[in-house]
């Protein structure tokens, strides 16, 4: 089993990019990265305060059942979005061994993506295993079998 940690998405929060003499002196996101902490707090997570991450945008941490988690929001214009999740947790050898997604991580993203679906401010929400995956993108995060390889 493999999962998706990343997010192409609609989102209607408003453009909060800040403009200081015509030059982007804030990035946008943070409207994003508050409405997914509330949707996340809703699941029952534990949600941190999201912080300025330059050029990346906005991040911040969740906890569930101990497990701490990581999100970050890139807003690429005023209605579109990139999310990128990690299990902080999860350690190298974990990834390095093939072992399967942590289950709470999988039970969150997959409970996350439910409550997207369901708010009317996130739109035509695609998980992918990573920007030019291959793929069309995803209606949810898990996948059955092995990423896509990229032929060269």
């Not at 906005?58 to 999740?85: H, N, P, Y």
């Amino acid at each position: 089993m493999m999962i998706r940690e990343m997010v192409e998405l609609q989102a209607d929060f408003g453009d909060d990019v800040v403009e200081e003499d015509g030059e982007i002196g804030q990035f946008g996101g943070r409207n994003i990265a508050l409405g997914l902490g509330e949707l996340l707090a809703g699941l029952g997570c534990e949600v941190s305060p999201p912080v300025y991450a330059g050029d990346h945008g906005w991040a911040f941490d969740f906890r569930s059942v101990g497990r701490r988690l990581w999100c970050q929001v890139t807003q690429m214009d005023e209605k579109e979005a990139i999310l990128v999740f990690k299990d902080v947790s999860r350690s190298f050898g974990d990834g390095f061994f093939g072992r399967p997604p942590n289950s709470i991580y999988v039970d969150v993203l997959t409970r996350l993506n439910t409550a997207m679906g369901s708010d009317p401010r996130f739109r035509a929400v695609l998980w992918y295993f990573g920007r030019g995956d291959g793929t069309d993108g995803a209606e949810g995060p898990m996948a059955e079998k092995a990423k896509p390889t990229s032929r060269r």
